[in-house]
């Protein structure tokens, strides 16, 4: 089991940036994926980023490219996701997951945070 606390989320200006973090702890796998799906008030949680262990195959979904930079420090067991250039469609609650394999489906993750709130404002 992996225990993950995602952190960083808040208010921001349409255009503006927020730094996303998850904090992991248990028990982790070289092997893992990690990565951040979303869901926003009355819609399903979709993906958003993937990273593999050693941070060398990165996935973005179409609408978060080039904004969004998702990265891992295996030191700190800690994953990032760096979000530039907000848009009010990037409102949702942001959680981390974590799996075995490559995947963009929420069945894909066995490992999953809380959540943090990200509001962005137009």
């Known amino acids: 089991q992996v225990q993950l606390v995602e952190s960083g989320g808040g208010l921001v200006q349409a255009g503006g940036s927020l730094r996303l973090s998850c904090a992991a702890s248990?028990?982790?796998?070289?092997?893992?994926?990690m990565g951040w799906f979303r869901q926003a008030p009355g819609k399903e949680r979709e993906f958003v980023a993937l990273?593999?262990?050693?941070?060398?195959?990165?996935y973005y979904a179409d609408c978060v490219k080039g904004r969004f930079t998702i990265s891992r420090d295996n030191a700190k067991n800690t994953l990032y996701l760096q979000m530039n250039s907000l848009k009010p469609e990037d409102t949702a609650i942001y959680r981390c997951?974590?799996?075995?394999?490559?995947?963009?489906?929420?069945?894909?993750?066995?490992?999953w945070g809380q959540g943090t709130q990200v509001s962005v404002s137009s």
């Open positions: 990273i593999s262990w050693s941070g060398a195959r990165t």
């Open positions: 248990g028990r982790t796998f070289s092997s893992y994926y």
């Open positions: 997951v974590v799996g075995g394999r490559y995947g963009t489906d929420p069945a894909d993750f066995g490992s």
